[in-house]
């Protein structure tokens, strides 16, 4: 029965990807898609999307790691499958904890983890998410230069304490890695802290990735703007929060404003819409595909047989 409900629930997150991209694609016609992209330049795009694909490793490395951390390590290649099959379809379908935890479980299963495994790689990325997420925004409130300093509309006393409260939850978390802090229990479900070692590269691949991120905006911004990278980046992540806070996949439509509003004399709605497209709709696009061809080879294959095979090779 569970496996039954599973199934029907990786349909449903299909369907529901497909509508989705048709749906996010039609606010824009092809001609203004075009037209955006051709007013930045090649090398732009072509950084632009080097900085994608190294978020989306550094995305990868979370489930890595997680399956480290819950004693049931992975190769490389299968986590980074898993992940970003996961999460090219989590990022814009919305529900992360659901949709790219679904997914995550499909994959995951196969390979021996129980359901209370894939629970907890599933918080183990969530939490290097918002360590990241947390860092990159202290850092570039505290680095803030001169000529940034409008962006929040804050002075730069305001801009340091709400630097520090940021830097708060990595540092507290490195700490309490190195101290023992008592597990997280929850009926039979326990969570231990990672090791002191794992939290150091949680938080370090968690701010690589957004930083990544931020990078990528920056690099299709520049075209139109004079603001520097951090500015760009203390944007990006004011957005990123309020499109969590928001529900909306893929944050469609809250991102943008977001950056229209923090940059209004100088972001670019074409500029937004090349960053929509790059980090959202072609992962989408190749995650889709990617999902329903493993589905079809796991069901040819299952795991049992493949190590079979694997034992008597």
């Avoid at 749906?23 to 075009?34: A, H, M, P």
């Avoid at 390590?73 to 379809?89: D, E, G, K, V, W």
Wanted: positive net charge; hydrophobic residues 55%.
């Amino acid at each position: 029965m569970t496996r039954l409900l599973i199934r029907l629930l990786i349909a449903l997150i299909i369907c529901a990807a497909i509508v989705l991209v048709y749906r996010s694609l039609s606010r824009y016609s092809w001609e203004d898609i075009t037209a955006s992209l051709a007013l930045i330049p090649g090398w732009r795009l072509m950084t632009a999307s080097l900085f994608v694909a190294a978020s989306y490793t550094c995305l990868s490395l979370f489930d890595w790691l997680g399956l480290r951390y819950v004693g049931k390590p992975q190769s490389y290649p299968r986590a980074a499958l898993a992940s970003f099959t996961a999460l090219s379809i989590g990022h814009n379908v919305g529900g992360a904890a659901l949709s790219s935890g679904a997914v995550r479980y499909r994959f995951y299963t196969r390979w021996g983890l129980t359901g209370d495994e894939v629970a907890k790689v599933i918080l183990f990325c969530g939490a290097t998410v918002l360590l990241g997420l947390s860092t990159l925004a202290g850092i570039t409130l505290l680095l803030m230069p001169e000529a940034g300093e409008g962006l929040l509309q804050l002075g730069p006393q305001a801009r340091f304490w709400l630097g520090i409260a940021f830097l708060a939850y990595p540092v507290a978390y490195f700490i309490c890695s190195i101290w023992g802090r008592p597990p997280l229990k929850f009926r039979s479900f326990r969570m231990e802290m990672p090791t002191t070692p794992m939290c150091a590269a949680q938080i370090l691949v968690g701010t690589v990735n957004f930083g990544c991120v931020a990078g990528a905006l920056d690099q299709l911004l520049t075209t139109f703007t004079e603001a520097g990278y951090l500015q760009v980046a203390s944007a990006y992540v004011t957005a990123t929060i309020a499109a969590m806070l928001s529900h909306v996949p893929g944050g469609l439509g809250v991102l943008e404003a977001t950056m229209l509003l923090l940059l209004p004399a100088s972001a670019s709605i074409g500029a937004l819409v090349a960053f929509r497209v790059l980090y959202y709709f072609i992962p989408l696009m190749i995650g889709v595909p990617l999902l329903l061809v493993s589905e079809a080879y796991f069901r040819r294959w299952p795991p049992a047989t493949l190590g079979e095979a694997a034992r008597q090779a």
